[in-house]
């Protein structure tokens, strides 16, 4: 059984700083890629940020600059340092992962994280 599990959401006043994280747990072999998506309040789901096999990342255009994904690789845990967060960053946040397990690849979602940015 594989899982993803996130954390590090919360309340954060405008200007600050929040990090998440995402632990994929189970009979893994190898991630394909491994980020976070968003979905706020009456919008649709959307990428934030992606790690993809071979160090590569790819950013929202709303997040560059703020917002940065990294892998630790003793660990199957990706995390999004996020900083200078804006109300308009609000939603849950979710992390999405194609992993290589024992019976193929697959797409894989954790249950999500709130992230609130008001003062």
Known sequence: ???LVE???GLVQPGGSLRLSCVASGSIRGINSMGWYR?????ERE???????????????SVKGRFTISRDYTEDTVYLQMNSLKPEDTAVYYCNAD???TWGSWGYWGQGTQVTVSS
């Not at 979905?39 to 919008?43: L, N, T």
């Not at 990428?47 to 255009?61: E, F, H, K, N």
């Open 1 to 3: 059984q594989v899982q």
């Open 39 to 43: 979905q706020a309040e009456g919008k």
């Open 47 to 61: 990428l934030v940020a992606m790690w993809i096999s071979g160090s590569r990342t790819t950013y929202a255009d």
């Open 99 to 101: 992993l290589s397990t």
């Open 7 to 9: 954390s590090g959401g």
